[in-house]
């Protein structure tokens, strides 16, 4: 594999990945707060429903996560483990990518699947054999948010504010964030009774609303939004009966085409550990770029 391709799919690699568990972390509560609106006892607004579930969020510590991701012929991917979000974004999720250009540049590298370990100031992913042959021996290669926000310009700063600052109702954040909601009605998922809502973000005014950039970077932002073809986003939630999000979808459009992403949350309260890799078996990814060529990873990503 050649050096400059190699270091454009790692970052490509850091930012799906990193994006994955912000939707990842997009939970609700762990089990405790008041009647949800899917019971029928009760008849309470989508607003209302939706910012019960959002402070109830506020309780949950940590919850199982599966989710599915693609994006035209760019990728296809599944993500499977566990978060934690007490004291910062912190937990493991196990990528595979299953179709389209990342899964071919993922088989070069020699797996089509990696770990993806979360800290708070950054995150790692743990790379196979082959590739470890392009940095010295070392496997895990750290993404610092720091670095990520440098190397990505506005639309990196989104992103590590988002990491850093994420809770794990953003989803219901979004969605109340937007101005449109509608309950869509009452559906069963994974044998729970649940209330579905749905509606429509405005991405550029969304990072306005609950990001904390400049003024110059949500300018910055907003045109690099542009050139990436992503405007809007819908968003669909499922609550159930305990005001607990099981289920969670995305579409918007993008440049590389159709941009789709379903996640659902389970034993909420399970515990969680992450700890930063062994320091001799890691590598610093800018230190991989350094060598030359440009980063191609802003392409695959979604705010």
Known sequence: MKSTTARRMTLSVAVVAALTGVAACGSSDSGKGGKAAGD??????????????????????????????SIGNLMAMTANGALTWGDGLKGNLTITYTGGKMAEMMRQAGTASMEARYLPDAYYAHMSDVYAQHTGGKHWIKYSYDELAK?????????????????PNQSVKMLLASGDVKKVGEETVSGAHTT????????????????????????????????????????????????????????????????????????????????????????????????????????????
Request: hydrophobic residues 35%; glycine residues 8%.
């Open 151 to 167: 190397l990505g310009g506005a639309s990196g700063s989104y992103l590590k504010d988002q990491l850093q600052n994420s809770t």
């Open 196 to 303: 579905h809502y749905a509606g429509t973000v405005n991405v550029a005014d969304l990072a306005r609303k609950s990001s904390n950039l400049s003024a110059e970077q949500l300018d910055a932002l907003k045109k690099q939004l542009d050139q990436a073809g992503v405007t809007t986003d819908t968003i669909d939630l499922w609550i159930n009966d305990q005001n607990l999000l099981v289920k969670k979808s995305e579409q918007a459009d993008t440049a590389n085409g159709k941009m789709t992403s379903t996640a659902s949350y389970s034993d909420y309260g399970v515990k969680v550990s992450a700890e930063a890799p062994p320091a001799g078996d890691t590598t610093d990814f800018a230190k991989l770029l350094k060598s030359g060529g440009s980063p191609a990873g802003s392409s695959a990503s979604k705010p």
């Open 40 to 69: 029928g006892a009760i008849n309470v607004s989508p607003i209302a429903a939706l910012r019960s579930a959002e402070q109830s969020t506020d309780k949950a510590d940590s919850a199982k996560v599966r989710s599915t991701t």
